[in-house]
């Protein structure tokens, strides 16, 4: 399992996260993020929006329709995982 390292934009505080896991829906990739390596925690779905200097930019899935489809794939894709979305 990967880390991440995500700034807050609004705060410019920085946040770290394990990816569980990726997914591509409509040429858009996605990421399911989780606050700790293990156990039960928080968990966000964070979309690519871009790059700079070779590093890919991401923001949070914020839009409900948006969010409640792609976390139906990440369920599908993360057996163990109960995902409410």
């Not at 606050?35 to 979309?47: F, N, V």
Request: hydrophobic share 40%; proline share 1%; glycine share 8%.
């Amino acid at each position: 399992m990967g880390k991440i390292t995500f700034v807050e934009p609004d705060t410019g505080e920085e946040l770290e996260f394990f990816v569980v896991e990726e997914t591509q829906v409509n040429g858009m990739r996605y990421l399911f993020v989780t606050e700790r390596e293990d156990g039960d925690c928080d968990a966000y779905i964070l979309k690519e929006v871009g790059t700079e200097r070779e590093e890919a930019i991401y923001e949070m899935v914020e839009d409900d329709a948006e969010l409640s489809a792609v976390g139906r794939i990440f369920a599908e894709l993360i057996d163990d995982a109960d995902i409410a979305y």
